[in-house]
């Protein structure tokens, strides 16, 4: 598996979708890689953000969450 292979099948590896083999595969790469190790922490740390600003659209934003983040979510809840 190659960096690509391994972004492009993120969220499916995340919920549990994938086949064993490819997680194996998709695990093996994480690794030897010492860019994707990196690279899932963030994307996992990106998406625990959005949910806790999700589930409290009331609540004033952590100072801990990214500003870029935060407007690409203000963006997303003016396209619903």
Do not use: N, W
Not at 4 to 16: D, F, H, K, P, W
Not at 20 to 48: I, M, N, T, W
Not at 52 to 60: G, K, N, Q, T
């Amino acid at each position: 598996m190659i960096c690509r292979e391994v972004i492009e099948c993120l969220t499916e590896y995340l919920s549990g979708e994938v086949q064993a083999d490819q997680r194996l595969a998709f695990e093996q790469h994480l690794e030897a890689c010492p860019e994707c190790g990196p690279y899932l922490k963030s994307y996992e740390e990106a998406v625990r953000l959005g949910k806790a600003v999700f589930a409290h659209p009331d609540e004033r934003i952590p100072e801990d969450v990214p500003e870029d983040l935060v407007q690409a979510i203000l963006a997303a809840r003016k396209k619903r």
